[in-house]
């Protein structure tokens, strides 16, 4: 077989053109067509084809409008060991959601915890609007000190699912296991899909 660096290029494509596949676990050579090609990549990666946008499958309406951020620079504390704002709230984004009903939400803080490993300190989010959900530790940004003073900048990231469609405000909020908890550069982005 020649090296594929001195094939000629092809000028254009059709279904039924074959390419050649190294099958490693018996050492042949063997054959896909482009169209095989094609099913197998699409399955493997989800992807949206022509004639899939043409019969409807994917629609404005379900699609959610504008993804939207906030920041709070401002470093500030909490004692709070419940979810709770800081001095200023937030930061907060609203977004309409799809009829896909999926939200993809990332939050990201610096943290300091001033107490020795043992204690936590949480950075979450609240939903409300169109849709309701408490923060909670299972969908919140976690830090754990090793020692005292440890801090550090973290993110967390979750896609939301079965959401209702409409417009719903998400909000972060913070809470400690003990001690003082300090916060800053607080980043929040949602990406209705």
């Given at each position: 077989?020649?090296k594929?660096?001195?094939?000629?290029a092809?000028?254009?494509?059709?279904?039924?053109d074959?390419?050649?596949?190294?099958?490693?676990?018996v050492?042949?050579?063997?054959?896909?067509?482009?169209?095989?090609?094609?099913?197998?990549?699409?399955?493997l990666?989800?992807?949206?084809s022509?004639?899939m946008?043409?019969?409807?499958a994917v629609?404005?309406?379900?699609?959610?409008?504008?993804?939207s951020?906030?920041?709070?620079l401002?470093?500030?504390?909490?004692t709070?060991?419940?979810?709770?704002?800081?001095a200023t709230?937030?930061?907060?984004?609203?977004?309409?959601?799809?009829a896909?009903?999926?939200?993809?939400?990332?939050?990201?803080?610096?943290v300091?915890?001033?107490?020795?490993?043992?204690?936590?300190?949480?950075?979450?989010f609240?939903?409300?609007g169109?849709?309701?959900?408490?923060?909670?530790?299972?969908?919140?940004l976690r830090?754990?000190?090793w020692?005292?003073?440890?801090?550090?900048?973290?993110?967390?990231?979750?896609?939301?699912?079965?959401?209702?469609?409409?417009?719903?405000?998400?909000?972060?909020k913070y809470?400690?296991?003990?001690?003082?908890g300090?916060?800053?550069n607080?980043?929040?982005?949602?990406?209705p899909?």
């Open positions: 077989m020649p594929i660096s001195a094939l000629p092809i000028a254009t494509t059709a279904d039924d074959e390419l050649p596949i190294n099958d490693v676990s050492t042949t050579t063997k054959k896909v067509t482009l169209t095989k090609l094609k099913e197998y990549l699409q399955a990666v989800g992807w949206v022509t004639p946008l043409a019969n409807g629609t404005t309406d379900k699609l959610g409008t504008g993804a951020s906030a920041t709070v401002t470093s500030q504390v909490t709070s060991t419940s979810y709770t704002d800081l709230a937030g930061p907060a984004v609203t977004v309409t959601i799809g896909n009903g999926l939200a993809l939400v990332s939050i990201f803080t610096y300091q915890l001033g107490v020795a490993s043992g204690e936590t300190i949480w950075a979450g609240t939903v409300s169109a849709n309701t959900l408490a923060a909670n530790d299972n969908m919140s830090f754990q000190p020692t005292t003073n440890a801090f550090g900048q973290y993110g967390y990231s979750v896609l939301l699912t079965g959401l209702n469609a409409g417009s719903t405000t998400f909000t972060m809470r400690v296991t003990s001690n003082t300090t916060y800053a607080r980043r929040l982005a949602v990406v899909l």
